[in-house]
């Protein structure tokens, strides 16, 4: 399975962008998804989850009430909104999908290749 992101770039503080992680195919038994972020000298940080179902969301204090995380399962992909960007938002975001394999039971763990955001003050 691959996923691949999308949708990021170079915005004003204020401004909106929204991520796309799209999936090759259809992931099964997934037990996390969600979006992380690493900027230039800091660790990578969780930004946003969403329960399997989609039912229920959780995000970094940081994020809260600016960013909304999503899914389309008809398009197999995942999304990240983010409005209001702040300066401190600039980072490589990465999308994160981790479950268990139905076959054998063995955990996967399948990571974008991150798209980066940038906010100008």
């Known amino acids: 399975v691959q996923l691949v992101e999308s949708g990021g770039g170079l915005v004003q503080a204020g401004g909106s962008l929204k991520l796309s992680c799209a999936a090759s195919r259809r992931i099964f038994n997934i037990n996390h998804m969600g979006w992380y972020r690493q900027a230039p000298g800091k660790q990578r940080e969780l930004v946003a989850t969403l329960t399997s179902g ?3 969301a959780n995000y970094a204090d940081s994020v809260k009430g600016r960013f909304t995380i999503s899914r389309d399962n008809a398009q197999n992909t995942m999304y990240l909104q983010m409005n209001s960007l702040k300066p401190e938002d600039t980072a ?11 076959y054998n039971g063995d955990e996967y763990d399948y990571w974008g290749q991150g798209t980066q955001v940038t906010v100008s003050s």
Not at 92 to 102: F, S
């Open 54 to 56: 989609g039912g229920s």
């Open 92 to 102: 490589v975001y990465y999308c994160n999908v981790r479950g268990l394999n139905a």
